[in-house]
């Protein structure tokens, strides 16, 4: 197994620690490579590595998983410490990597395991890695670099993009070509399934030749001809530009298009104080709203309804400096008098935001306030029908008081019995909202504290019915009878399941039936 020396080993004097970039990561050779080459931002990437926290144990490793862990490189599939140091390394290089807390987990860390703030250190070996990438896993889209594109970062699905692009038979004819450049949306099946799913794995600027099987080519030219059947095309793609276009909400009614990318990773949190400047339009083009300017920016509190909710998750999704342009649905627009089915579009600048104090920097009795005042918002916003909202604040009181070991016996009594009832309260949100399995997960979460918690068994037994977990929804309602054999609610839900049972028998017997008779 690969053994992390600590951070203070002198490791091969002939091989001296260096810095890599001006981020703070530190990288130190302990075994010299093979080769001149390193891998391109794209290359799938395999490596055996052990990683840790500074002057901690060993939190993962590849070889205690038997097998060598692979990434795409530059794609933002591993921490950019990480990232940024192995694109560095040649084949058969073995090397210790610090990473900073910026370039890891951040001032969030990944709890339990990685700590607020905390610097990593990898023990990393190349074993290889494959230029010609294979996008789809079965040979459909295979990929060649042949210019590297600029920075880092990759188009995604719904994203607006410009590629220049020209399509060719086996035998060479043109059937497809775009000197000027092409825009389209990811996603909506430009030209060929081959062509979309490719530039998701290009970068500004780059190049690249796709061989592309019958499968997922195209079927027809810019013209209308026929192509013949089975025909594999060769497209020479570059990616001119692109615009990200993300849909805040999952439901297409609030969907921001990134203008100006803004500065640094940090977002806008639950009960930042921000600093924007925005102007609401109508379809139309007719002025809705303005507020702020560049010499006083309007200022307000995330997640307390100072503003729609769906410009404040769209403002929450953005960057300092971030220039953006948003859609919000008459959904997300209370009390507005918008026309049924219409939208404002917003022209939204951060200019700059401060989040409220991180957990991990209060005492236990802050820490105990503060989940107190999040979850009295929480039943704010439940009584009023924000079910989102509530979901939120009820999320932000648990983590208060999940992770501390050193609240008093008094303190641990209090924070249990918040995180118990935040806990079941955001199950009763989930299950307004339609995410019944995460509403199960937060009553199994109550019932460890409580087992014989009869609202977290009712509540539970209402999501696996949601999700026809037929037997899991009888037992917990069960359990729940023989603790409360009197409460109405119980056994009105025990009726409903028989009902569900029922009918449920009744389709199967049905279907197995007519099964049969087309057998017969």
Not at 312 to 322: H, L, Y
Not at 351 to 359: Q, R, S
Request: hydrophobic share 35%; net charge neutral.
């Amino acid at each position: 197994m690969l053994q992390l020396p600590s951070s203070t080993d002198s490791g091969n004097p002939k091989f001296p620690e260096k810095e890599i970039g001006n981020q703070g990561l530190k990288k130190r050779i302990l075994k010299k490579g093979i080769s001149w080459q390193i891998p391109f931002p794209g290359d799938q990437v395999q490596v055996d590595f052990s990683g840790k926290i500074e002057g901690g144990e060993c939190f993962d490793s590849s070889i205690d998983k038997g097998s060598p862990f692979s990434f795409k490189l530059g794609q933002g599939e591993v921490i950019k410490g990480l990232d940024d140091g192995v694109a560095t390394m040649k084949k058969g290089e073995r090397a210790i990597f610090i990473v900073p807390p910026n370039l890891a987990y951040g001032e969030a860390g990944s709890p339990p395991l990685i700590p607020p703030n905390a610097t990593l250190v990898f023990d990393v070996e190349m074993k290889s890695w494959i230029t010609i990438t294979d996008l789809t896993g079965d040979g459909g889209i295979l990929k060649k670099i042949t210019k590297e594109g600029h920075g880092w970062a990759t188009p995604r699905d719904g994203d607006h993009v410009l590629v220049k692009y020209e399509a060719r038979l086996e035998n060479g004819s043109v059937v497809s070509k775009s000197e000027e450049g092409a825009m389209f949306h990811i996603g909506d099946g430009y030209l060929c399934p081959g062509l979309g799913k490719a530039v998701k794995t290009m970068r500004k600027g780059e190049k690249a030749e796709l061989a592309v099987k019958s499968f997922y080519g195209l079927s027809e030219n810019e013209e209308g001809k026929r192509i013949p059947p089975d025909s594999n095309l060769t497209i020479e793609i570059e990616l001119v530009s692109w615009t990200s276009v993300i849909d805040i909400t999952g439901d297409n009614k609030v969907v921001k298009k990134i203008v100006k990318a803004g500065q640094g990773f940090e977002r806008p949190n639950e009960d930042s104080m921000v600093k924007v400047i925005y102007t609401a339009k109508l379809e139309d083009g007719t002025v809705f709203e303005h507020k702020g300017t560049n010499e006083e920016p309007f200022q307000y509190t995330t997640l307390q309804e100072h503003i729609n909710e769906g410009l404040d998750r769209a403002i929450m999704s953005m960057k300092r400096g971030e220039h953006a342009e948003v859609t919000v649905g008459a959904e997300y627009v209370c009390g507005k008098n918008l026309p049924a089915n219409s939208m404002l579009k917003y022209d939204i600048e951060l200019i700059d935001f401060i989040k409220e104090k991180p957990f991990w920097k209060m005492d236990t009795n802050e820490k105990l306030e503060a989940s107190q005042k999040k979850k009295l918002d929480g039943n704010m916003f439940f009584k009023a029908g924000k079910f989102w909202l509530a979901s939120n604040k009820y999320h932000k009181a648990s983590n208060y008081v999940e992770y501390d070991h050193s609240f008093s016996d008094d303190e641990k009594c209090i924070a249990n019995g918040l995180k118990l009832a935040c806990n079941l309260n955001n199950a009763a949100c989930k299950l307004k909202l339609g995410d019944y399995l995460q509403a199960s997960r937060l009553c199994t979460k109550v019932l460890e504290q409580d087992p014989s918690n009869v609202k977290a068994l009712f509540r539970r037994a209402e999501a696996y019915l949601k999700i026809s977990e037929l037997e899991k929804a009888e037992t917990d309602i069960k359990r729940a009878l023989i603790i409360d054999p009197h409460n109405r609610d119980v056994r009105l839900k025990y009726k409903e399941l028989k009902g569900t049972q029922r009918e449920y028998t009744k389709h199967q017997t049905e279907f197995f039936s007519t099964m049969i008779a087309k057998m017969g």
